[in-house]
């Protein structure tokens, strides 16, 4: 009897409110496959594929449907409530799935979707998790270069935005990329970067340098304007003070501000960067 997941079962036994199935390799081992879900004509001794989970009264029981993840697998599913313990999603069953505060990364609402994966909590039950890295696959088609899309799932101030591109395969985008351009559910479009030696993808929500750099002169240029065309910093300031202000590596802002200067649209003073 494997919980969570998918098996084929034998009939050992027909009730008045269903029957029981069981594994051949220990058919004292038991489980009610409830009535309306009894395919009409099933004799005992045939065999069903069921999928095992728990009912209300957290007793072990079978169903005939298949629901929209296994135990250890992943899925986007739709939030149909939340309460005051945790929220609850649709996988297709009868009884709801249950979200714990704790797994959740972000905070979610009611007919929203969010990516999880399925486990077993300490007491035995199936469970719901956000927290969905594990989750992951390392077996992408992508190479360096290509273009992907994915869903933020999580964001650390250590490692940068963790990303699951098309809602299956582990990505990153690196702390250094990562500047606060989405939050935690929000789909992307990126470029592949590398591909690491355990298959794991590093991405980029920003174009190739020498296509990037006019899309980030706009947007320095953008800034300069608001602040009535004279900056109160040049392209010495801190890195976190670019970050704050124009979302870019100080790098990527030099390489802006050089542009600016080739075009003849800045002048750099001592201590501003100046509309010409």
Not at 92 to 117: N, S, W, Y
Not at 245 to 260: D, P, Q, W
Request: proline residues 4%.
């Amino acid at each position: 009897m494997q919980l969570g997941e998918i098996q084929v079962l034998t009939v050992m036994r027909q009730v008045d409110f269903g029957v029981y199935l069981a594994s051949p390799q220990s058919p004292e081992e038991r489980v009610l496959l409830p009535k309306k879900q009894v395919p009409e004509g099933l004799l005992v001794g045939e065999e069903l594929e069921v999928f095992l989970y728990k009912d209300s009264k957290d007793r072990l029981i079978a169903t005939t449907t298949k629901p929209k993840l296994t135990l250890g697998g992943m899925a986007l599913l739709t939030v149909k409530e939340v309460t005051k313990i945790g929220a609850f999603l649709d996988w297709g069953l009868e009884k709801d799935l249950f979200l714990p505060f704790r797994q959740q990364t972000r905070k979610v609402h009611a007919g929203e979707e969010c990516l999880v994966g399925l486990y077993t909590d300490k007491s035995e039950r199936l469970c719901a998790s956000m927290n969905v890295y594990e989750y992951l696959s390392t077996n992408s088609p992508y190479q360096k270069g290509d273009q992907v899309k994915g869903r933020v799932y999580q964001i650390s101030e250590n490692f940068g935005a963790f990303v699951a591109v098309d809602d299956k395969y582990s990505a990153l985008i690196p702390k250094k990329e990562f500047f606060g351009q989405a939050k935690v559910g929000d789909i992307v479009e990126a470029r592949v970067t590398s591909v690491k030696p355990d298959g794991k993808l590093d991405i980029s929500l920003r174009e190739k340098g020498y296509l990037q750099i006019h899309e980030d002169a706009e947007a320095v240029m953008q800034v300069i304007e608001e602040f009535d065309g004279v900056l109160p910093f040049t392209d010495k300031a801190s890195p976190e003070v670019i970050q704050r202000e124009f979302s870019l590596s100080k790098n990527a802002f030099k390489r802006a501000v050089g542009h600016l200067l080739k075009e003849g649209r800045i002048e750099l003073t001592e201590k501003s960067i100046r509309r010409i």
